[in-house]
Nanobody, 116 residues
Framework: QVQLVESGGDLVQPGGSLTLSCKASRSIFGINNMGWYRQAPGKQRELVATITNGGSPNYEDSVKGRFTISRDIPKNTVYLRMNSLKPEDTAVYYC??????????WGQGTQVTVSS
């Protein structure tokens, strides 16, 4: 079992930056895929960015060039650096860890609000 705890969500002005953190309860080395998803009010949860066990990132088109996913294996932590934030980035951001095709874990979420 893996417990994921997100942090870093906040209220930020348009154009601002935030870094989200996702700390896992066990080593993230060997976890197939870790990522960030988000869910805005009235919308379905959507992929934001993922990073494979080999360190390869993948981004949803609307965040390419603005968001960066990274990881610190010794700290069991995955990060999401978000720059040039827009009001449409407002959502609850969730961390996800994919152990296998049938097994994945989610964090409790952290709120990001982009507003002036």
């Amino acid at each position: 079992q893996v417990q994921l705890v997100e942090s870093g969500g906040d209220l930020v002005q348009p154009g601002g930056s935030l870094t989200l953190s996702c700390k896992a309860s066990r080593s993230i080395f060997g976890i197939n895929n870790m990522g960030w998803y988000r869910q805005a009010p009235g919308k379905q949860r959507e992929l934001v960015a993922t990073i494979t066990n080999g360190g390869s990132p993948n981004y949803e088109d609307s965040v390419k060039g603005r968001f960066t996913i990274s990881r610190d294996i010794p700290k069991n932590t995955v990060y999401l650096r978000m720059n040039s934030l827009k009001p449409e980035d407002t959502a609850v951001y969730y961390c996800n860890a994919v152990i296998s095709q049938r097994l994945s874990y989610w964090g409790q979420g952290t709120q990001v609000t982009v507003s002036s």
